[in-house]
Each structure stands twice: as structure tokens, then as C-alpha cells.
T-cell receptor, first 116, second 112 residues
Framework: DTGVSQDPRHKITKRGQNVTFRCDPISEHNRLYWYRQTLGQGPEFLTYFQNEAQLEKSRLLSDRFSAERPKGSFSTLEIQRTEQGDSAMYLC??????????????FGPGTRLLVL | SQQGEEDPQALSIQEGENATMNCSYKTSINNLQWYRQNSGRGLVHLILIRSNEREKHSGRLRVTLDTSKKSSSLLITASRAADTASYFCATVLIQGAQKLVFGQGTRLTINP
């Protein structure tokens, strides 16, 4: 069990550029979540997938954000035309849904984005 | 918006003492979970307590849940320097996706 991995761990970009992050969940997990965390705050939900289907998106996820999980395994989160307000830690979590809502989500180390 | 509020926002104690953190939330929940986050790292799951449970233990951790007051507490006994971290409570609501709704966290510092 290698855990949830995210790549890259750090990303510095200039305002207006596009960035893409990748998340590899624990292999048998069917749910994958994206969260965003700004300094001094708790994580906030962005979106989640069950297998390859994107089932919910937060209103935090503007049109500049898009997430995919094409084969129900890894996921990508793309931010187009980055803004300084996008600077945050982007966290991915995965879980195995078997018995209803009592699932434990396992988090990756996060990708820290800085938009200059 | 975040549902939970942790109290205190910061806590500093001596090694060996007990640390208590509180969490309040606003809407009905399915379960409540506590996570730990070391500086700049991902979150580590500590414990999950269901809405029909009142107390749960895991090693040096004790979690209580009072659904009538919409509150929970996390007690860490015999604290160690390695317990220094931020602690977050997160709720799973009854309706909707099983997303976690986090509080703002308590920053715990254990002084050697």
C-alpha cells in the first residue's frame, strides 16, 4: 500500500498560466476527492469522483477549474488562467465505499501552488 | 463555508500534560472525524465517531460526541513533542455527498 500520491509537490507559476496537478489514489479505492486549503484554514471541498464519474462540484470550482478521472484511477485537476487567489495547497483524498457513509478518506501530501 | 469551529485556535502545553480540543458544528451529521496535519503536509486520519456513538478511544486519543449540543472533543493524554501539529475536526453531513466539512483547526504545540 503506497498511499495517495500527488505530483508535483510544489508549483510556482505566473498569473495567467495554466497548471495541472495529478493525484494517484490508493489502488482499490473507488472514490477520489479534491480539496483546497489556504493558509491557516481547514481544507474546503472542491469536487469528487466515484470511479470515473464526477458526482459533485463545489461552487468554489469556477469555470477555470476542471477535474477528470478518465479511467477511474488517477485524477487531474487543471486550473486555467491562474490568479493570485488560486495560491493554496491542493489536497487529494481517496476512499473505498463499501458499507455506506462511514468511509475514511486517506489524504495525499498535497500540491502547494504559488501564483506570482 | 466551513461548518465546524474549533476551540481553542491555538494551544501550548508541556510534554506529558493532556490536551483537549473542542469542535462545534451546525447541521446534523452522519459522522465526525478528527485529522492531524503536520506543518505543510497532508492530513492523517485519527478517529471516526458515528452520530449514534458518544465516546471512542484509540490509543492515547479519546473522542466524545454530543449531538444534542452539536459538539465534539478530542483529548490527547500524556502528550509528546511529536503530537505538535494542527488538529481538524471534519463532519460528514447526513444528506449529500460524503465530503468532509472541516473546521479551522487547533494548532497544538507541545513544549519539551
Amino acid at each position: 500500500d503506497t498511499g495517495v500520491s500527488q505530483d508535483p509537490r510544489h508549483k510556482i507559476t505566473k498569473r495567467g498560466q495554466n497548471v495541472t496537478f495529478r493525484c494517484d489514489p490508493i489502488s482499490e479505492h473507488n472514490r477520489l476527492y479534491w480539496y483546497r486549503q489556504t493558509l491557516g484554514q481547514g481544507p474546503e471541498f472542491l469536487t469528487y469522483f466515484q470511479n470515473e464519474a464526477q458526482l459533485e462540484k463545489s461552487r468554489l470550482l469556477s469555470d477555470r477549474f476542471s477535474a477528470e478521472r478518465p479511467k477511474g484511477s488517477f485524477s487531474t485537476l487543471e486550473i486555467q488562467r491562474t490568479e493570485q487567489g488560486d495560491s493554496a495547497m491542493y489536497l487529494c483524498a481517496s476512499s473505498l465505499v463499501e458499507t455506506g457513509p462511514q468511509e475514511t478518506q486517506y489524504f495525499g501530501p498535497g500540491t502547494r501552488l504559488l501564483v506570482l | 463555508s466551513q461548518q465546524g469551529e474549533e476551540d481553542p485556535q491555538a494551544l501550548s502545553i508541556q510534554e506529558g500534560e493532556n490536551a483537549t480540543m473542542n469542535c462545534s458544528y451546525k447541521t446534523s451529521i452522519n459522522n465526525l472525524q478528527w485529522y492531524r496535519q503536520n506543518s505543510g503536509r497532508g492530513l492523517v486520519h485519527l478517529i471516526l465517531i458515528r452520530s449514534n456513538e458518544r465516546e471512542k478511544h484509540s490509543g492515547r486519543l479519546r473522542v466524545t460526541l454530543d449531538t444534542s449540543k452539536k459538539s465534539s472533543s478530542l483529548l490527547i493524554t500524556a502528550s509528546r513533542a511529536a503530537d505538535t501539529a494542527s488538529y481538524f475536526c471534519a463532519t460528514v453531513l447526513i444528506q449529500g455527498a460524503q465530503k468532509l466539512v472541516f473546521g479551522q483547526g487547533t494548532r497544538l504545540t507541545i513544549n519539551p
